[in-house]
């Protein structure tokens, strides 16, 4: 079994930075992939960001590239999404997750809102 829990969000204007944290615990011997998601009201969860575990491969989302940075530290099995020049269109719950072969975890989710 493994555990998410997502911390970091708030209230942020616009132009500002948030980090998110994402603790994860139990057997992560086998992770794949991990990854950041959010879900805007009325809209569809959607990936925001992901990093291979193996070879530290990162992908993002078009309309987070070069604002938002994924990154993992092993020693405290934490995963961040270290985000820049928020917009309001940031505004969302963002979700941690990660992948085995053959399942997926999810966080709580944590809300980030950014005020114009």
């Known amino acids: 079994q493994v555990q998410l829990v997502e911390s970091g969000g708030g209230l942020v204007q616009a132009g500002g930075s948030l980090r998110l944290s994402c603790a994860v615990s139990g057997s992560i011997f086998s992770i794949h992939v991990m990854g950041w998601y959010r879900q805007a009201p009325g809209k569809q969860r959607e990936l925001v960001a992901a990093i291979i575990t193996g070879t530290g491969t990162t992908n993002y989302a078009s309309s987070v590239k070069g604002r938002f940075t994924i990154s993992r530290d092993n020693t405290k099995n934490t995963m961040y999404l270290q985000m820049n020049s928020l917009k309001p269109e940031d505004t969302a719950v963002y979700y941690c997750?990660?992948?085995?072969?053959?399942?997926?975890?999810w966080g709580q989710g944590t809300q980030v809102t950014v005020s114009s």
């Open positions: 997750n990660v992948k085995f072969v053959d399942i997926v975890y």
